[in-house]
């Protein structure tokens, strides 16, 4: 194997130096532990590590891969595959004696490869790197587990594993307690390695998910390292059992309060609502509910949240300024600023950095801030800062938010009939959470199955309506109502397939003639 350790340009005492030893113990380590959780039995199952190496740029680490049809519970160290940054073998195991099995590379092999900017031929090299890029992955687990096996029988027809409202979804990355946890499932082939074009698929299909569910098989896992990927697949495989056994007892896992297992009731805009071009409404799966205008009234926005944060920035800063929320705050505003002052935006000014003093910081960042919300600017960083800033008057009783009469009773209603509620709002998502978990009929979050805020796209842009159309996995984007005070929001989810209703509230701002889009009153009509 020298030869070929060379010509990666791993020298033979590097693959038998310190990070490949430690990373090979790590797999027979981890190997071992996955046995005793169900996860690895019968031979079954694998795992493939980098060999992480600060002086080696992660897409250019080796990797450790456990062999295949081998007891797990019983490897070392030393019947690991070490295999090159492009997915070759560079070292194998030797065979042991009868009765065990010759050492295998695992099918699994191109699996592994695609999320890791890895591969085993060509044509898999060029699919690996648009996954890698999606993926950046450190380490990746296929387990066997029964809950993962399981899970994907609920529902023979279903592409997809969905829950929400349980605590163990904020082990996975990118996921809060009350967000919808979304992983896709694809359909099992007499041989591991012939799904790779089905993986694939779905890890594109799916950008924000870190797993991949095969039925009637088991998962791929990954994370950015070893302790994400097995953190993340610890908490999937609760998920999992946790939604098998709401569905024994007739609850649903994928809606906010686990209620019983209901059949979606279609929606349509009652008869009576003004509609110029006498559509009908299409069924509906899922409703997203703009806030400002529409479930909540301008004036709260205008003239309790939004005078709130200007009056309190100062103090909030003062009193939160070395905490590492705080300073992440500061880093985007300055950012934001950075790009404002290349732009010559009026109000603009320079956030200087640490060094230059506590006080001098803090006051730019007021300035900047002041101008931000005189502007009524829908920009990521204010929203953040503005959303820590109301965390702490809805804690300290000084804030109630308001929403409109009708509100809570079609909210009610709609979750009761099986209709899961996004909302999307130019505000962050904490502050959202804020918002419903305050209101003047109590707290509205337990009808919400997830928020959308500014990070994933403008609201004016039909880019952003697409990219909710697939993290919500509806088959048609009509199956969507999006319902918004916004004509240029309307018109950019209509040009992404969804259908909009355009909300009309006490204080909105006025409509163009013929504008062509459906109106509501009140969320009665809907």
């Known amino acids: 194997?020298?030869?070929?350790?060379?010509?990666?340009?791993?020298?033979?005492?590097?693959?038998?130096?310190?990070?490949?030893?430690?990373?090979?113990?790590?797999?027979?380590?981890?190997?071992?532990?996955?046995?005793?959780?169900?996860?690895?039995?019968?031979?079954?199952?694998?795992?493939?590590?980098?060999?992480?190496?600060?002086?080696?740029?992660?897409?250019?680490?080796?990797?450790?891969?456990?062999?295949?049809?081998?007891?797990?519970?019983?490897?070392?160290?030393?019947?690991?595959?070490?295999?090159s940054p492009n997915g070759s073998i560079i070292s194998a195991p030797s065979p042991k004696p009868y009765p065990n099995k010759p050492p295998k590379c695992t099918d699994c092999a191109p699996l592994f490869m695609k999320n890791r900017r890895l591969s085993l031929g060509k044509r898999l090299r060029k699919l690996g790197y648009k996954a890698y890029e999606m993926r950046n992955a450190g380490a990746v687990i296929h387990s066997h587990g029964m809950e993962s096996c399981l899970v994907t029988m609920l529902n023979p027809q279903a592409k997809e594993f969905r829950i929400t409202h349980m605590e163990m979804i904020k082990g996975i990355q990118g996921h809060g307690y009350y967000d919808e946890l979304v992983?896709?499932?694809?359909?099992?082939?007499?041989?591991?390695?012939?799904?790779?074009?089905?993986?694939?698929?779905?890890?594109?299909?799916?950008?924000?998910?870190?797993a991949v569910l095969v039925r009637n098989h088991g998962v791929y896992i990954w994370g950015d390292s070893w302790i994400r990927a097995k953190t993340q697949a610890e908490c999937y495989h609760y998920l999992f059992d946790a939604a098998i056994k709401l569905h024994q007892l007739g609850l649903d896992a994928a809606t906010p309060d686990h209620g019983p297992i209901r059949s979606p009731t279609k929606l349509s805009v009652k008869s009576g609502v003004k509609d110029s071009q006498n559509q009908t409404e299409p069924p509906r799966r899922c409703i997203v509910?703009?806030?400002?205008?529409?479930?909540?009234?301008?004036?709260?926005?205008?003239?309790?949240?939004?005078?709130?944060?200007?009056?309190?920035?100062?103090?909030?800063?003062?009193?939160t300024y070395d905490t590492a929320e705080t300073q992440e705050d500061i880093k985007l505003l300055r950012s934001q600023v950075e790009e404002d002052l290349r732009q010559g935006l009026a109000g603009a000014v320079p956030i200087p950095h640490a060094e230059e003093g506590k006080d001098k910081?803090?006051?730019?960042?007021?300035?900047?801030?002041?101008?931000?919300?005189?502007?009524?600017?829908?920009?990521?960083?204010?929203?953040?800062?503005?959303?820590?800033?109301?965390?702490?008057?809805?804690?300290?009783?000084?804030?109630?938010?308001?929403?409109?009469?009708?509100?809570?009773?079609?909210?009610?209603?709609?979750?009761?009939?099986?209709?899961?509620?996004?909302i999307y709002s130019s505000g962050s998502r904490l502050a959202q959470r804020l918002l419903f978990g305050n209101?003047?009929?109590?707290?509205?979050?337990?009808?919400?199955?997830?928020?959308?805020?500014?990070?994933?796209?403008?609201?004016?842009?039909?880019?952003?309506?697409?990219?909710?159309?697939?993290?919500?996995?509806?088959?048609?984007?009509?199956e969507i109502l999006f319902v918004t005070d916004?004509?240029?929001?309307?018109?950019?989810?209509?040009?992404?397939?969804?259908?909009?209703?355009?909300?009309?509230r006490p204080g909105n701002a006025s409509l163009p003639e013929n504008h062509g889009f459906k109106t509501v009153t009140s969320f009665s009509q809907i």
Request: glycine share 6%.
């Open 1 to 83: 194997m020298a030869a070929a350790a060379a010509m990666t340009g791993f020298p033979q005492a590097y693959l038998e130096g310190k990070e490949v030893k430690e990373t090979s113990s790590l797999v027979t380590e981890l190997c071992r532990h996955f046995y005793t959780q169900g996860w690895v039995s019968g031979t079954g199952g694998s795992i493939t590590m980098k060999v992480h190496d600060a002086s080696i740029p992660k897409p250019d680490q080796l990797i450790v891969m456990s062999p295949s049809g081998v007891q797990k519970e019983r490897m070392q160290p030393e019947d690991m595959y070490i295999l």
């Open 183 to 210: 992983v896709p499932i694809i359909e099992n082939t007499a041989y591991e390695n012939e799904l790779t074009d089905s993986l694939t698929k779905a890890i594109e299909a799916y950008p924000k998910a870190t």
């Open 289 to 319: 509910l703009d806030i400002e205008g529409t479930t909540t009234p301008i004036t709260f926005v205008t003239d309790v949240l939004f005078p709130y944060a200007r009056e309190n920035v100062g103090k909030h800063l003062h009193l």
């Open 361 to 422: 910081v803090i006051a730019a960042v007021v300035s900047n801030v002041e101008a931000m919300i005189k502007a009524d600017r829908k920009i990521t960083a204010l929203k953040e800062l503005q959303g820590h800033i109301w965390r702490t008057g809805f804690e300290c009783n000084e804030l109630k938010s308001v929403v409109f009469e009708d509100v809570a009773e079609a909210l009610e209603k709609w979750h009761s009939s099986g209709i899961k509620v996004y």
């Open 439 to 478: 209101t003047n009929y109590g707290d509205l979050r337990k009808y919400l199955s997830g928020f959308f805020d500014t990070t994933i796209g403008n609201k004016k842009e039909s880019k952003s309506y697409k990219e909710i159309t697939e993290t919500l996995g509806v088959d048609d984007p009509s």
């Open 486 to 504: 916004v004509y240029q929001e309307a018109t950019a989810a209509k040009a992404a397939g969804l259908e909009a209703v355009i909300s009309i």
